[in-house]
């Protein structure tokens, strides 16, 4: 009887294995692509090819203006003082004026009290400007670019805000909007003060915003020299122009706590790449890093198609509530990858930020972020979804919980069976 009731067991365990597992695989066959769960997005590398380059600033960074792809980066999260590297931000607000139709580039600036007691202050840079003046916007960029004028500048500001706290509120609103999460403005020149900071990964973003959006900025910040007033000439600070192929700004600045900075640019062919030096021993030290950084990414990468425009990855997202429930996703764009030899094959991780249904053809999906060498996150691509995906109806909701309850539970059953089999 013990020997029956044995194998009356065994021969019911077997079955609810087979069962079990035929309703617990019953879905794996739909899943013929990877699936992306929603993740985090990866934060950008801090360091990239340190290492290979000696320069003497306390933080650099190297990007392609194009892409905004990383070619080198070095302590570009760490937190520095930007000098005149502000007057990028105030003359991109200025731009935002012009495009708002709030200003044009011959619109009067006025020169107020506090410009003109920056003007009549010993040891900075300024144009030397008094309140007779009429000075159109541009010339006050041309200022600003060629002789870094804080005058010029603090006029700027007050002109665009009303008061300077009014417009360090603006400044802070464009640098938030622009994903500058590690900076923080105080005033429009960028005289000293401990409460306003910067770093290379910021100033990489904001002039490559600057310039792909206000490229004209290029025709002031190229400019050899500028007479301030007849008969009193002033060079411009960027020592590279003319010196450098291709080289035609940015931006330089300087004060004894911030040291010595410059964000370059150069065009080579159809190829601008951007660099930041930070708090480097001097002008002459400023240059030379930024000389190296220039033609480490001129010499030692070559840019390639990686991925085409609509061509789905190979990774599928789950849509939440989904009549598909899986659908495929590809940039918009050619991702252009800039690479290294001997760096082996980039990465591709998707974060995503919509993946509840519905979800519509061509709506973004998230981010893919391509990542090289040992997890240096290096390009961030928006993706989109290749197919719209509609909300399920009630019904088929009904019977995916039961199924999936089912599928729990065969599982559980599974796993009993087997335990009893083996006790058996």
């Known amino acids: 009887m013990g020997r029956i009731k044995r194998t009356l067991g065994i021969g019911a365990a077997v079955i609810v294995v087979v069962v079990g597992g035929t309703i617990a695989l019953a879905n794996t066959s739909t899943k013929a692509a990877p699936i992306v769960q929603t993740i985090k997005p990866l934060p950008m590398t801090a360091d990239l090819h340190a290492k290979n380059l000696n320069l003497s600033g306390m933080a650099s960074e190297l990007i392609d203006a194009n892409t905004g792809q990383i070619l080198y980066a070095h302590n570009i999260t760490v937190r520095h003082y930007p000098a005149s590297l502000v007057k990028m ?11 708002h139709h709030q200003l044009t580039l011959n619109s009067i600036i006025p020169v107020d009290q506090n410009a003109f007691t920056v003007a009549q202050t010993p040891g900075l840079s300024v144009a030397y400007l008094n309140p007779s003046e009429k000075i159109p916007l541009w010339k006050m960029f041309e200022y600003m670019y060629i002789v870094s004028a804080d005058d010029a500048a603090v006029a700027l500001g007050d002109a665009l805000g009303g008061s300077p706290n ?3 509120v603006m400044m802070n609103q464009k640098a938030k909007s622009l994903g500058l999460t590690g900076t923080h403005y105080t005033n429009a020149s960028g005289l000293q003060d401990p409460k306003q900071y910067t770093n290379a990964q910021d100033m990489a973003k904001l002039a490559r915003y600057l310039i792909n959006k206000d490229p004209i900025v290029l025709k002031y910040a190229s400019m050899k020299g500028m007479y301030i007033h007849p008969g009193q ?5 960027d020592q590279l122009l003319g010196q450098y192929q291709g080289l035609d700004g940015l931006k330089t600045g300087s004060t004894n706590q911030a040291g010595y900075c410059f964000v370059g640019t150069a065009k080579r062919g159809n190829l601008r790449l951007i660099s930041v030096v930070l708090d480097a021993p001097s002008f002459q030290n400023v240059f030379q890093d930024t000389q190296e950084l220039l033609d480490y990414g001129f010499h030692q990468f070559h840019q390639q198609i990686f991925q085409k425009a609509n061509v789905p990855l190979t990774q599928s997202i789950f849509v939440k509530n989904g009549s598909t429930q899986l659908i495929q996703i590809a940039p918009h764009q050619n991702v252009l990858l800039s690479t290294m030899k001997g760096e082996g094959n980039p ?3 998707v974060s995503t930020t919509s993946t509840t249904a519905p979800i519509k053809a061509g709506q973004q999906i998230g981010f893919e972020q391509i990542v090289v060498g040992k997890g240096n996150t290096v390009l961030k691509v928006p993706v989109y979804a290749v197919k719209s995906d509609p909300t399920v109806n009630f019904l088929v909701k009904i019977w995916r919980s039961v199924f999936a309850s089912a599928h729990l539970g065969a599982k559980h059953l599974v796993s009993f069976a ?3 089999l083996g006790k058996l």
């Open 166 to 168: 009014a417009f360090a």
């Open 233 to 237: 000439y002033g060079p411009n600070y």
């Open 347 to 349: 990465q591709v991780v």
């Open 89 to 99: 931000m105030t003359s991109l607000i200025a731009f935002d004026a012009v495009h």
């Open 418 to 420: 087997l335990k009893k």
